[in-house]
């Protein structure tokens, strides 16, 4: 029983955790969709690059997706039924999926877009040659943070991921556990 209190801790905080990230996520993106940031990685303005528009992509499907998802979860360990519970742990399998194919896309394009910032950027004042060039750094730290929130992310489904199943196999043994009871008040009957 402490097991189950424990496990029903761990998912409804990643829940709400989750939950409240996504609405942040959202808001970021519809953000930066309708007021493109300043461009002070590139000289060219932000939203015309291709990477900028699928990531704003990435990004707000994933945040609908851990919206949706965070709700059935709470719905899920509001309702004693393992099914919806399992339904919520094939979402977070799906999830677990998305945040990798985010992972592959940063560092598969990551190459390519330092190599055609450093193009654009040679011999421009803030990059001359010799000296750090101060937005391209500002890219790259801001890249590293994106691959280190996407495995905290990674962590903390898994996390959830292992509570939510400990609860799913507790509920179903409960249910298996009172049908066989309800067989055996049948058959003395």
């Not at 598969?108 to 060039?133: A, F, S, Y």
Request: hydrophobic share 50%.
């Amino acid at each position: 029983m402490a097991y189950t209190r424990i496990a029903r801790c761990i998912a409804t905080l990643t829940n709400l955790l989750f939950l409240s990230v996504s609405i942040s996520l959202l808001l970021i993106t519809l953000l930066s969709a309708f007021n493109p940031p300043k461009p002070v990685v590139s000289p060219e303005r932000v939203n015309e690059y291709p990477q900028f528009i699928v990531t704003l992509l990435l990004i707000g499907c994933y945040a609908t997706f851990l919206f949706v998802l965070s709700l059935l979860g709470l719905v899920s360990l509001c309702f004693l039924n393992s099914i919806l519970l399992f339904v919520f742990i094939l979402g977070q399998v799906a999830m677990m999926f998305m945040i990798g194919i985010s992972f592959a896309f940063t560092l598969t394009v990551r190459k390519r877009l330092h190599m055609k910032l450093e193009d654009i950027w040679k011999n421009k004042p803030n990059c001359l040659e010799g000296q750090p060039c101060v937005p391209l750094d500002t890219f790259r730290s801001s890249e590293n943070l994106l691959i280190c929130l996407l495995l905290i992310f990674f962590v903390v489904q898994i996390i959830q991921l292992i509570a939510s199943w400990y609860l799913c196999e507790r509920r179903s043994s409960q249910e298996k556990y009172k049908l066989q009871l309800q067989k055996a008040d049948e058959d003395d009957e």
